[in-house]
């Protein structure tokens, strides 16, 4: 059981580069959420969705798109990277029916805009 | 507005002394209040959950909290501490009167450092 996969791990871009991180989760939950962790600001919501075909904006969404076409899959979108979006980026996944505030993370994707 | 503070950045205590995370919030309607866990390197782990009832916690890794109505708290203690419970802690809510959609609000997050 693997629990919610991020990817990738790290990576790097330029001013204006678009790119995709990707969040899979395998334990059927219905929601899942996108988190941005900066230092001195805690975590902060990007997007979050409470199923497929279902998604809504959090409190951050400004420079990003996201989509959720299966209950697995929930991949956050950059359409053109700045470097205030350098930050720690953290996918989060729960069980609409067993308590939905017991989120489960991923272990991350540290990103840097140059 | 929803919001939660961890008034201090980081929290130092010596193996076996008693710890004390802070945190307070304030919500609309009663509070479900939550404490989560981060190694270095790893994604959050929840720790405890307040909802109702009995206003102390008990969680995973002997952590407990307690909630306090009119101080608007809800600390993260426990008796004695571990090298081993070094971490970032954060601190999360929901109001009641929020959607029941998993979002929740965090702090800031306080880093323990546990000295041998």
Not at chain 1, 62 to 77: I, K, Q
């Amino acid at each position: 059981n693997a629990g919610v996969t991020q990817t990738p791990k790290f990576q790097v871009l330029k001013t204006g580069q678009s790119m995709t991180l990707q969040c899979a989760q395998d334990m059927n939950h219905e929601y899942m959420s996108w988190y941005r962790q900066d230092p001195g600001m805690g975590l902060r919501l990007i997007h979050y969705s409470v199923g497929a075909g279902i998604t809504d904006q959090g409190e951050v969404p400004n420079g990003y798109n996201v989509s959720r076409s299966t209950t697995e899959d929930f991949p956050l979108r950059l359409l053109s990277a700045a470097p205030s979006q350098t930050s720690v980026y953290f996918c989060a996944s729960s069980s609409r029916t067993r308590d939905v505030e017991k989120l489960f993370f991923g272990s991350g994707t540290q990103l840097s805009v140059l | 507005a929803q919001s939660v503070a961890q008034p201090e950045d980081q929290v130092n205590v010596a193996e076996g002394n008693p710890l004390t995370v802070k945190c307070t919030y304030s919500v609309s309607g009663n509070p479900y209040l939550f404490w989560y866990v981060q190694y270095p390197n790893r994604g959050l782990q929840f720790l405890l959950k307040y909802i109702t009832g009995d206003n102390l916690v008990k969680g995973s890794y002997g952590f407990e909290a307690e909630f306090n109505k009119s101080q608007t708290s809800f600390h993260l203690k426990k008796p004695s501490a571990l090298v081993s419970d070094s971490a970032l802690y954060f601190c999360a809510v929901r109001g009641s009167l929020a959607s029941n959609t998993g979002k929740l609000i965090f702090g800031q997050g306080t880093t323990l450092q546990v000295k041998p």
